[in-house]
């Protein structure tokens, strides 16, 4: 899984302490870097919406078995 909240405070640090950004400011920068960095991990077949790191090879074939990933039927065809 991906490690939010540490990714969260350093974000935060960085942008109180070197940019001099009000604590809000950088919450919200946080939070719009956070979100681009989940919707890269996040398969975008939105029948999906697995993590990449559940897909072989990190590409579009997702090992959850129950999941109607486009690429995956493909890749399992009855
Ligand atoms: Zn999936
Ligand atoms: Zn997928």
Redesign the pocket.
Known sequence: MIQTDKLWSQIVHYYIDKKGYSKEDANNIAQRIITREISRKI?H?I????LVD??INKKNQ???SS???KE?QIGDKK
């Open positions: 398969c077949d029948l999906c919406g697995h559940e897909h997702c090992l959850v999941c109607n990933c995956f």
